[in-house]
DNA sequence: ATTTAAACGAGACGGTACGTCGCGTCTTTGT
DNA sequence: ACAAAGACGCGACGTACCGTCTCGTTTAAAT
């Protein structure tokens, strides 16, 4: 006989336009970009009140954290059989993040602001970089035990250094961030196919 | 006849005081970071006036860059001998100019804020950037025909991996900057000591 | 036969907690004044949701008119059998309400608020100041009876001179109120002891 | 011969639409009264933006009390001769500007947000009442050297009793303030005619 | 004992205005 | 030609509090 769960009230804690708000978040960065997007701008979009998101997000730059995060693919953990294929896979869905939303841009508007509230990046890491990155973690250790990788790799610096080529190419140097990037990349930190 | 050349080179173009301000744009740079520095504030720690700034920059912006760009090192290209060892010193360099002065912290905001302008990364680049690559290119042509380094290396790959990470590293994944950071970035590259 | 009458007075209509409600705005009141009183706060003091008090109040002002009339005195009228000692008897009780209460330094901004909303001056009127007026409509007929004041004394126009001057001292000439204020007001309107 | 006086430069210091935005307010002032007198309002109707007048004046009260005491009569100290008349007179402009002007209905809350400010309510006593008041001083202390008025007049407080109960007649009790109200309030304070 | 309705708790929201900040422009005046 | 001085336009930002609304939940009187 089925016992009557006692409805854990799932309470209404939080906003309840979340999403549509970080929809619209989302969508004024691809249009205006990060500096040029006004708070005011996503409140209308989302048909809320510019109060609403202040209750809820301490500033812009938070809000837009949280919106990213929400939006960016943290991907399942790639498993190829290949660790060289499973690096590059990875690193694809990092070249999509910088790429084919506006994340790239914002990047570093972003972290400038988040940079100046005590905490800000942090949160901003907790809330994404970090589930990505212990994704990647995963595919480096297991590429390890197989021996693909050497016994002593700096795991910490082998993310920065997929992650960081790709971002100081498309923030910095301006270099071309093509189709083949990821492979080149990961090729050139020795990462060969067999 | 002969014409009496006009020195044309004795400009007086510029601004009169332009050492001092750039230097003062240096201070207030280390002491507030780009986002809290302000244009008067440049003004009074340069003792001149507002408008004299905006005579000679454009903005904000490309006041900061022209400051950084005459305030960090570009360096000699380095000769040890060794292509590894050149590389690691090259890279110690970039590492410095992260670090020991106000361009780490101020580089998102302050690229952000010039890629508004259109052409401003661009002229930052040019200004900078461009100096600092071609020498190391430099060391990475040699260290080819040197046979340290393959053939078929991707010069501007390896320097934005060589630079990228380092960025990355101080500006989002917060890894610590180390000593050795330079050394383990080359290793990581390949580059080894022989 | 009998009707059962039934009782139709023992209502519980209105508010349960009014007096501790009344009382916490009093005491916020006597804190912050009335600007800086918040609907929030009292209801934190009360112990009571801010809703509870919009059900009964229809904004901040009528709160704090409401809790002033009940809280200031009425005071009886006197009967010393000096007209002079009734009136200075009756302006202390004035000078005290506007001193010894936060009504004073409270009346300039919610007299502004009450304005506002039609009838809201007109609502507290009849709450407080009719009663306390009416008190000293009495003593002055007692006092024209008695051949202390002239026959056609102007009532209202004496009243008004009582508090008024009392009102504008304290909230606009910034003159001292003083103990022997309510004598020396009562004397300057020609009010003689024998 | 006259030397050439070096032109003392009555440097351009301080607002150049002073008078405009001052006019501005008042207009604002009399169609929507103080609480509901928006700092952006007046400066759309004085054509300005208003972040000048912020720059200008600490706040919206600042500014309200400039513009009214740029605006209310100070008034010529009155001789006619007759210290009774005298006081009328003065009493009368004091009438006028509680009653032609928005100062009236304005005051309350005016008052209220100057007292929110230290120094706010002493800085409008210093440029407005206190010359008013220094007029009407001259009146009485004529008038006791005529004899008018006894030797031992309180002349703060006759000042507080006759601007007092015009004020608190027409903000508190709500009595009307009629044409013969002047005189009426001095035949009060015991001044005669002959 | 049960029903019913007044009163309350909780919490999100719309809305108005405030006061702030710093950028970049412009005009006037001097040198 | 350059620089000092200083007012201004302008566009956001973030804040504060007001008053409203929708649901559930308690409480207690009425049957």
Redesign the interface.
Same mark, same amino acid.
């Given at each position: 006989m089925t016992a009557t769960i006692p409805t854990p009230l799932a309470k209404t804690r939080g906003p309840r336009s979340r999403p549509t708000i970080l929809h619209a978040t989302i969508e004024q960065l691809s249009i205006h970009g !990060?500096?040029r997007l006004t708070v005011e701008g996503v409140a209308a979009a989302a048909q809320v009140h510019k109060s609403t998101l202040y209750r809820w997000w301490p500033d812009k730059s938070a809000l837009v954290a949280d919106a990213l995060a929400a939006h960016l693919a943290t991907g399942p953990v790639p498993d190829t059989g290949s660790t060289r294929d499973d690096l590059i896979t990875w690193l694809r869905v990092t070249i999509a993040n910088y790429t084919a939303t506006p994340a790239g841009?914002a990047?570093?508007?972003l972290? +400038?602001?988040l +940079?100046?509230r005590p905490g800000g990046?942090?949160a901003f890491?907790g809330s994404f970089?970090d589930k990505r990155?212990a994704g990647c973690a995963v595919l480096i250790q297991r590429g390890i035990r197989r021996g693909d990788l050497p016994a002593d790799t700096?795991i910490?610096?082998?993310?920065?250094?997929l992650?960081?080529?790709?971002? !100081?190419?498309q923030?910095? +140097?301006?270099?071309p961030v093509t189709e083949d990037l990821a492979e080149?990349?990961v090729t050139?930190?020795?990462v060969q196919s067999a």
């Open positions: !990060y500096q841009v990047m570093p508007a972290i +400038s602001d +940079s100046a990046l942090a890491r970089l990155r700096d910490e610096l082998v993310m920065d250094a992650a960081g080529t790709v971002f !100081y190419r923030l910095v +140097s301006g270099q080149r990349i050139l930190l020795g």
